[in-house]
């Protein structure tokens, strides 16, 4: 910034005006994170240091690193939120060897933006490694557990200890209506959240879920879930972006509001 000193005139304390750049910054939580005005999409530190960055711009690869996505299935894309977009169906997929890991203090998060017509229960991100019908973790879109009529989007995680889901509510058919939406998912051992785009939703729990249940996505696949990978997705995901941190809502909110160049 420049600096202009008004003098008091006797020697005493004045008026100091700072003058900013007119560029766009953004504040997050309680630190200034940087200028960006050329947009975001492409920073691996925005809001705050992600494991992993997928744009889905013609390519699987991460933009932050070394966690590669594999097609599985032909290679298609369409537009995106930002750019392109990865664009799925039944029998189109991707598989990384970047995980989430949930279940401890520090936690994780995973924000990504979907766009679908497709009403029924559909699997938005998966987990590759699994141990037959011991273990499997799901974002599901739509109503996975029946328990309550309007569930939304819900992270079921199946293992030795049962199955524990952390959920949100709100009807289906509210995200599956051709526009695109934006979710972030962030667990530690202590707590559970969920926001839709950029809002916090109240977090209900199934099963043996609870706040201090386990979390965990390891090898991420998106557009495919369930118990030996049989859930599909049908649509169109963008911006996949993971953290080996819980986001803050400030940062949950600052990824809705995020820009292109």
Known sequence: PTNTAINSGNGGSGIVTLRYPTAN?????????????????SICSYPTTASALYQLNDTPNDTCG?????????ATYATGKFGKAADFNSSRYITTNVSFDGSTATGSSISFWFNTTNTSLQALIGSATQNGSSYYSTIYLGNATSTFPDESISFWNY?????????????????????????????????KAIYIDGISQTVYYTGSGSVSANANLTDITLAKGGYDLSSTFTGLIDQVRVFPSALTSAQASALYTETAP
Not at 25 to 41: H, P
Not at 170 to 188: A, I, R
């Open 25 to 41: 910054t953004l504040t997050v939580g309680s630190g200034l994170y940087g200028n960006y005005s050329t947009g975001t999409t």
């Open 66 to 74: 070394t966690y590669t996505g594999v097609w599985s299935g032909t």
């Open 159 to 191: 293992d030795s200890g049962g199955t524990s889901v952390f959920l949100a509510k709100g009807g289906s058919t509210t995200y599956q209506d051709g526009e695109w939406h934006n979710c972030v998912m962030v667990s530690t051992s202590s707590s």
